[in-house]
């Protein structure tokens, strides 16, 4: 079956996505994938609960590249409560375009402005509601953007996936009885996080790479996380390789 | 609980799956207005449903309260059939793979302001309990794009099979999603219920 070369692309940014080892990686791919359409900016949050001191809206934001000036200021002035776009989040299900969100209120066109000043000039957001049912989008953004009609599509998908890695990342519990590997598991651990594959781990350790898969999955089921760089990165987070 | 209906037991489900072939005609013709699938008799039953399709029916009592549809790859299905354009790779087929359709809870038992419902959620339950009791470790998907953020929290490995297209004014992908022992733990832990969802029959009746 012929392959458009953007299916290819698509599928590529996707199967990287899905070996992310955090969430500030996934960011950065985003980024990486949609430069072309002038995207300069991500970020992805959950809608703080209205009433929400604003010194606790960090915590809604799943991943941002935004300019660090703005970011502080957006999340230390309560923004998210006032941001159009976020507002629209809450009542549209449907990616749409800022262009088409007008400010409608003198602190929303304040917003709105003082993002210009940061260069940040078009977007576009994604809403999507997670599994617990609450609202949240995925916005991309830049000085100008401008993306063909037909890759809209594969876009949002990228989008779409990236949110669900988020999430995913996000849900895990970090306060809770440290987990316990195996001897077995540290080591195909420790060799993985060497950058060995399967077959060179299995070939010092002296067991089949199957033997080696089962290993890492049962490490990674331990440590609840979503893939192999994931798996890499909790484990020298906690210590349990060095 | 999730009651799966085969050639095997169907003669004792005679009742019920009158029942689901109604509630399907309810859900998809009445409500979603896929007027292809409208019949006379508000049975909406279609030439998947053969003695191969595994059904699952969620059942508070007698009454059926939402239903589920299994098909296997290796036989003519909604992807290879109906839905082709969707997929823009080789097609998986395969005996561990097989395609979820006809997802539906009755309108009495949907809940106001929750995305998932819970009787969705059992009946996806039962799907992977019994997957992973006969060596199924995929399903294949048709989706609006957004439902893969709950596919990947249900911790579903989505695998899109082509770019969404527009259908009916939604965008709908294709899309294999791998599950396992994790993707069962995680349902449960959504139900808040760590027991199987599926009735159990006596082994007589199955084998």
Known sequence: MPHSKHLDRTFSVLRDLERAAAPDEIARLLVDAFTRYGVSYVMAGIVPTPGLPARRHAGFV?????????????????????????????????????????????????????????????????????????????????????????????????????????????????????????????????????????VEIGMVMGITAAGVDYHLRSARAKLDTVNRAHTVAQALRAGLIT | MIHIVTPANAHRYADAMEQAWRLRHDIFVAEKGWTELARPDGREI????????????????????????????????????????????????????????????????????????????????????????????????????????????????????GLPVQIAGEEIMAATARFDARTLAKLRAVRGDSNSVLVSEPAYLVA
């Open chain 1, 62 to 198: 799943l991943t941002s590249t935004m300019p660090e000036g703005w970011a502080r200021r957006y999340v230390t002035r309560g923004y998210a409560l006032h941001d159009p776009t976020v507002r629209r989040l809450c009542t549209s299900a449907t990616p749409f375009d800022w262009s088409t969100v007008p400010p409608d209120t003198p602190i929303a066109s304040r917003i709105m402005n003082e993002a210009g000043e940061f260069g940040i000039r078009a977007g576009i957001t994604i809403p999507f509601v997670t599994l617990d049912g609450e609202p949240g989008g995925i916005s991309v953004s830049g000085d100008r953007i401008e993306i063909d009609p037909a890759e809209r599509v594969a876009v949002n998908l990228v989008a779409t996936y990236a949110v669900g890695q988020l999430l995913l990342m996000n849900s895990r519990p970090s306060a809770q009885a440290p987990a316990r590997l195996s001897p077995r598991e540290r080591e195909t651990l420790q060799w993985a996080a060497e950058g060995k594959t399967d």
């Open chain 2, 46 to 161: 279609d030439q998947f449903d053969t003695p191969h399709a595994v059904h699952f029916l969620a059942m508070e009592g007698d009454a059926v309260i939402g239903y589920s549809r299994l098909l296997p790859t290796t036989r003519p299905h909604l992807l290879s059939d109906v839905l082709p354009q969707l997929c823009e790779v080789e097609r998986p087929v395969g005996p561990q793979i097989w395609e979820w359709t006809r997802q539906g809870v009755a309108r009495s038992h949907r809940s106001k302001g929750r995305v998932v419902n819970p009787v969705s959620i059992a009946l996806l339950t039962g799907i992977v309990e019994w997957g992973l009791a006969h060596g199924v470790n995929s399903l294949l998907l048709q989706m609006p794009t957004l439902y893969m953020i709950h596919v990947i929290q249900l911790h579903f490995r989505p695998q899109p099979l």
